[in-house]
């Protein structure tokens, strides 16, 4: 049986679609990027917004018009908030929740019959990521959230905190290594509850990582602030564990993030930060801000832009508001009006693009690893491009590895001196150190 994925969303989602691909080639069945040739089409769906709930039900749609005599399975947060109407799209042969979604290979198996024949393709154990040039994996840790933010209908959708066994994570981890994967992502829906429901925690399974696998380099996905313990920061004594961080902030005002049952006050937040930058001072960190909450005032918008620009992150995911029946905020009074969000969303990106500036200009002139990931071919010439530790794009030309009978460097780790910043496209470009070509493990 030849399978083929779509999936809208988080970085979790993905997650899910490279275990299941990983799933059904144990299974014999082969994974195709081209719906056409699919015997089997699975789409992950997403729900975080009214927006996301349209796309999903767009991607079905177009996933059956694209290919109606495949057999389409439908999964993800959409499909568990909405059955009934995503189980009665045109074309829908089985519908799998989020609470059965670890199974969905299995369930295809048992429920769907595909008169296919199965493809031994690979060697024993060979596993497939599904999409090509792919360097690092994402792999999910837990799912779940104890907590609930008001805005959010994800954790309704996704339900209680379950986290995976250790010695699952790092089977994992090391099978995909073996396969050439260079970098892994830790994700999850509330990562920083790793371990709730196994008496561990995020530190422990980051640990274990670190000493029982020799993957090269280890990211970690969002993690709300309030679960950073007084312990994380000796983690990164290990260089293989990168330098990023995502810690959503959602709003600079705290009357703002009481309203959206958030966890950590702006004073928290930025001791947090300045703590963290002492203990790490490459550290770059990102965030998510919402614009337009309901009940946003002036002065609140005021107060979070100047703490923003206290702040300094080097990079933001603006999200402008929109009520998702469902959950409290959509009930709440003085809903914003949609010129006023635009309006605020379009100052808060012009900060972002001054914070991204200033942040690329401290990494001139430094020697950093990057992880190579295509070569692609621009108006000023051929280059490699690829990203820092502490997720910064970079480019170098091809033409300086001519020298050295450098055929590919497609998924190598190589050292670059950082020589110019692209302001445009918000990016840095270097010069490869030709003496200090790191090969693969």
């Not at 109606?68 to 089985?94: F, I, R």
């Not at 994992?172 to 920083?192: C, S, W």
């Not at 990164?236 to 902030?249: Q, V």
């Amino acid at each position: 049986m030849q399978v083929h994925f779509q999936t809208l969303g988080c970085r979790l989602n993905e997650a899910e679609l490279e275990s299941w691909a990983r799933q059904f080639r144990l299974q014999g069945d082969s994974v195709v990027t081209d719906i056409e040739h699919a015997d089997l089409v699975v789409v992950n769906t997403c729900a975080v917004t009214e927006e996301a709930v349209r796309k999903s039900r767009r991607l079905i749609r177009r996933a059956q018009r694209s290919n109606p005599q495949a057999k389409l399975v439908v999964s993800g947060c959409y499909a568990t908030l909405n059955p009934d109407e995503s189980s009665s799209l045109p074309g829908v042969d089985l519908l799998v929740p989020n609470r059965d979604k670890e199974r969905l290979p299995q369930l295809v198996a048992e429920k769907i019959s595909v008169a296919a024949m199965p493809l031994i393709a690979t060697e024993p154990g060979e596993n497939s990521l599904f999409r090509r040039g792919r360097q690092r994996a994402f792999i999910k840790v837990q799912d779940g959230c104890r907590y609930r933010c008001s805005y959010c209908i994800v954790t309704q959708a996704r339900g209680e905190e379950r986290s995976r066994p250790i010695t699952e994570i790092i089977d994992e981890i090391n099978d995909l290594h073996a396969q050439g994967v260079q970098e892994a992502v830790i994700t999850g829906v509330h990562l920083g509850g790793y371990g709730s429901d196994l008496d561990s925690d995020l530190s422990k399974l980051i640990s274990a990582i670190l000493e029982q696998t020799t993957i090269p380099r280890l990211r970690l996905g969002s993690l709300e602030p309030w679960d950073i313990a007084d312990d994380f920061w000796k983690l990164f004594d290990n260089r293989r564990l990168m330098p990023h961080l995502h810690l959503p902030l959602q709003s600079g005002t705290d009357s703002v993030l009481r309203r959206m049952s958030r966890r950590c006050k702006t004073a928290e937040f930025q001791r947090l930060m300045t703590h963290a930058r002492q203990q790490l001072p490459e550290l770059n960190i990102t965030t998510d801000i919402i614009v337009g909450f309901p009940g946003e005032s002036d002065a609140e918008w005021r107060q979070t832009m100047e703490f923003l620009r206290q702040l300094q992150f080097s990079h933001m995911h603006i999200f402008s508001y929109s009520p998702r029946p469902g959950t409290k905020a959509a009930g709440l009074a003085s809903q914003v009006d949609t010129d006023t969000k635009r309006q605020r969303s379009k100052e808060l990106h012009q900060l972002m693009s001054e914070m991204k500036s200033a942040s690329l200009q401290t990494a001139l002139n430094q020697i950093v690893e990057v992880l190579v990931e295509s070569r692609v071919t621009q108006e000023d010439g051929d280059y490699y491009v690829g990203y820092t530790p502490n997720y910064l794009r970079i480019r170098f030309p091809v033409a300086d590895l001519v020298a050295e009978n450098e055929s590919s460097l497609e998924n190598r780790i190589v050292s670059v001196k950082v020589t110019a910043v692209n302001q445009k496209s918000g990016r840095l470009t270097g010069v490869v150190q030709h003496t200090n070509l790191a090969r693969d493990p």
